[in-house]
């Protein structure tokens, strides 16, 4: 059973723990001179494939250096009590600050948009006034709100990157040799993880031979090779790590459909996974924060449904939501022993971009 | 040899300290009870304030001398409310990125203040939810945890253990009935809400704090009514999430329990939940025995110690 112990705190040392040993069941690295990597030839490796994506794309670090959080001081414990009241007030003067400066920049936009130049005037009366001819067309339409240029940009970042990250999802999953089967794929930034299960080594050759068939650049790590025993059978499961570098931003064209806030974009999420028969096992909201002149919500889902639904929702949304930036994209099974039976899972870790209203 | 110990749960506005004889043959006694509301209510305010600690620790001197507590060894207890408890899916082929920073970075998702404000432990923790792996994780304010470590010394105790109470409730129930298959969800009546356990037989699943109302008013301010609706929505809520579209659990056992959970309440909870409800009584363990010479703690009844008792384990 689960001992808990907050006395018992783990000695933290600056160098990070080593994953093993917080997390028994997590596969470790194997030593690759104990592995037998002899159908794996590493000098065939090329370059590693590229994905375009402009570097000023906010950073993905999520990370502080900071002091030893595990440890807790012993100087803090002293027999007198320590004074907290010295930072409390310098921390109600900055929240003052900032809600004078959001008010300030708030009143200018709005005489910003009061008074912004090149407003037309109403003609004065008698005045011939040149109109275009009617084409038959409804004129009373008012156009789409102009998307604003630091908005654009992001939107094309987000559709490359997602379009990037769904074709190499979905080129995996169509990707296998004979008697192997993926078990996971991952889509993050910087790299694709999958697991395979196979009957042989031959078995994972020839699914690293399918995969450079489909994707000639890309540099196939084998990460690790463990025996499991499935339906009461010994199989092969390898882990592959494959590196994307970024690079510049894409040129897609961006849809022209008015901004939609976060709200708005989570309803139409949740019509579309109606559509083709998702179901939703987990959603998270996480932090909100502002970027420049833009919103930033970070959003957690896992979504059940075949494969084929989930892959074509998949499209679907990265075609409809420029505002939607996939951080991170997991396929496992649900309740199988491989991808290509039964219901899959999608886990989705989302940022999405809206003006700021 | 009999084991003595000091078993103290702390909630936010309550203590309950109990002398417990603890020997190998799976015997507990409860020595002596006492129970006290705290001069303050433990918030961010009040942790903040100087002196809060000092008054907590005479209190516990006071309650020491009146009933004369005398064991040796200190255990803390406290609400699972004090920390954040999240379990973080993982990948298993993530080995570039260090484990600690994914879970740090998955848990600043969720904190409300600053990553340095919080110690992260992680448990000895081996689930598999959804064909991946989970890592579970609690992030404990370091103002809280100097709050009750400052307490234990200021108090003169010798603290050895510092557990949250969801965890030492769930080994009390595997210890005290071993036999139970399935999930199990204990609802411990606080004063301003229900704590709800989740675990099954390989172990803890889930924690969470459902209040009576949405102004966290006090059981006491509260009808009989309203809390057996505020029930009702608890269970409904858990069984049936708005977010998702099926529900993550299936309850086979449900224990009611608690300092502020009074016996008459039984049969009026019933309609509110298709699983049947029973109330967790220690006394009715057949692998260990819970015995009491206390004749006015036997007519409280043990579930209302039900968290002093989980302490020793």
Redesign the interface.
Known sequence: ???????N??DDEDQ??K?EQ????????TDRKKMDFSFFDPDEEPVAETITETPASPPEE???Q??N??S?AEE??SEE?????SA?PKTRLFVFIGIGVVLILGALFLIYKLYRPGTTEAPAAGQNIERPASTGENLTTPPPPAIPPALQSRYRQNMARNTEGLRFTRGFLNSGAKNTDHT?I?YTSD?I???VLANSRDDIARYRQAVKSRFPNLQLNI??VEDKFVNGRKKLLA???IPIKPGRGGSAPVPSASPLTFQEFQSQLRALQKKYGI?????KV??RRRERSLNIT?F?T?LTGSRTAIMNFLKEVTQRFPGMKINKL?I????ATSLSQGRV?A?LEISYFAPQS | MAERINSISFHDNYLCWAELEVNSSQHINLVRVAESPLPFTLNYNTL????S??QAAQLLGELAEEHRFSAEESRFL?SARFGLIKKI????????V????LI??EM???LTSA??E?????????R?W????N??T?A?R?DV??FF??VG?KANLN??????NC?AL??LV??LFPNLIGQVLLVNFTDHGFELNISDEK??LDYRFHPYSKSLESIESIDEAEVCESFGKMISSLLHPE????S?YSISHLFVFGAAFKPGWLEKLQPYSETPIKILDPFESSEWQIGCEDAILRSLGASRFVEVLANV?
């Open positions: 059973m689960l001992k808990v112990n907050l006395m705190l783990p990070p723990k994953p917080n997390i028994p069941e997590v596969p470790t690295v999520p990370l502080r900071e002091e959080p595990f807790v803090d414990l009590e320590p004074d907290y009241d409390f996971l991952v790299q993880l999958t697991s990460e690790t882990g592959f790590s179901k939703t096992a987990y959603r996480g932090e970070y957690y896992t997991s496992y099974p649900n309740g899972n886990r | 903040k304030t100087g002196g600690a000092g406290l899916m993982l990948d298993n082929t993530l080995s570039s260090p484990l600690r920073d740090r970075y600043q998702e969720t990553a340095e919080f110690i992260f432990y992680q448990p000895d923790y081996r598999e959804n064909a991946a792996p890592a579970l609690i404990f370091k945890y100097n470590v400052l010394k603290v050895t253990e510092m557990n949250l965890f769930d080994e595997r210890r172990g803890f977010a998702v579209d099926h993550l384990f």
